[in-house]
């Protein structure tokens, strides 16, 4: 039975991995993203750090995983705070967010993280390659 759980969880990742598209599609100007994350159980106890790196041909997929275990449906979606920050074409966000999963054995707040999500763009293509008005002239 868990068992099945278990890979009906993993089946719904790859769906929603699979609707989110990929970076590149989604977000064309963005070269990569690094999310740095520090796991909290409860509000303070560290329970690990972890950093992601995203790849423009990873998916645009940021919801990460509560790693309590029993924790049903829960974990931290960092989407809405990525897209934000590319539409406004900044390049890092600090910010925490609490689990909002449930089991019979986990209270409210049974986790939260610390994030810092570090984007990087595309580089313009460079002006140097115009042909360069001295040398037209000649
Ligand atoms: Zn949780």
């Known amino acids: 039975m868990i068992r099945q759980n278990h890979f009906a969880k993993l089946e ?8 989110a598209g990929l970076l590149r599609d989604r977000f064309p100007k963005v070269s990569g993203i690094v999310i740095q994350m520090t796991y909290y159980h409860g509000s303070h106890q560290t329970l690990m750090e972890r950093t992601v790196n995203f790849c423009p041909s990873d998916y645009a997929y940021f919801n990460m ?3 309590t275990r029993g924790c049903e449906n829960g974990g931290f979606d960092l989407s809405s ?6 539409k ?17 054995d986990l209270g409210e707040g049974h986790a939260s993280i610390a994030y810092k999500v570090s984007i990087s763009y595309a ?5 140097g390659l115009k042909k360069s008005p001295q040398l037209t002239s000649f």
């Not at 719904?12 to 699979?18: F, G, S, T």
Request: positive net charge; contains cysteine; aromatic residues 0%.
């Open 88 to 104: 406004k074409g900044g390049k890092s966000a600090k910010g925490e967010i609490c689990c909002e999963g449930h089991s019979p």
């Open 81 to 86: 705070v990525i897209r934000n920050l590319v």
């Open 65 to 67: 995983a509560c790693m």
């Open 12 to 19: 719904q990742i790859k769906k929603n991995k699979l609707a």
């Open 123 to 127: 580089h313009k293509r460079s002006p």
